[in-house]
Nanobody
Framework: QVQLVESGGGLVQAGGSLRLSCAAS??????????MGWYRQAPGKQRDRVAR???????NYADSVKGRFTISRDNAKNTVYLQMNSLKPEDTAVYYC?????????WGRGTQVTVSS
């Protein structure tokens, strides 16, 4: 079992930056072998993947955030980060951390990011 806790959300003006963190606890041995991702869900919309990093360190991003967001992981700290730069009002959402390695699929409770125009 893995528990994920997100932090770092908040209110920021358009053009600003935030860094989200996702701290893992529980079966720490397993987290290093799991793919990690950040998802977001705006009110009334579906939850979409923003960024993903594999256990081997490969990354991919949604087109809407390419060049602005960077996902990284520190296995020694059992933490995954999402650096968000040049934020836009349309980035406003609840951001969720995900850890996945079939058949295991874990989610955090989310952190709110609000970008004002």
């Amino acid at each position: 079992q893995v528990q994920l806790v997100e932090s770092g959300g908040g209110l920021v003006q358009a053009g600003g930056s935030l860094r989200l963190s996702c701290a893992a606890s529980g079966s720490i041995f397993s987290i290093n072998y799991m793919d990690m991702g950040w998802y977001r869900q705006a009110p009334g919309k579906q939850r979409d993947r923003v960024a993903r990093i594999t256990s081997g360190g490969s990354t991919n991003y949604a087109d809407s955030v390419k060049g602005r967001f960077t996902i990284s992981r520190d296995n020694a700290k059992n933490t995954v980060y999402l650096q968000m730069n040049s934020l836009k009002p349309e980035d406003t959402a609840v951001y969720y951390c995900n850890a996945w390695a079939s058949p295991h699929d874990y989610w955090g409770r989310g952190t709110q990011v609000t970008v004002s125009s």
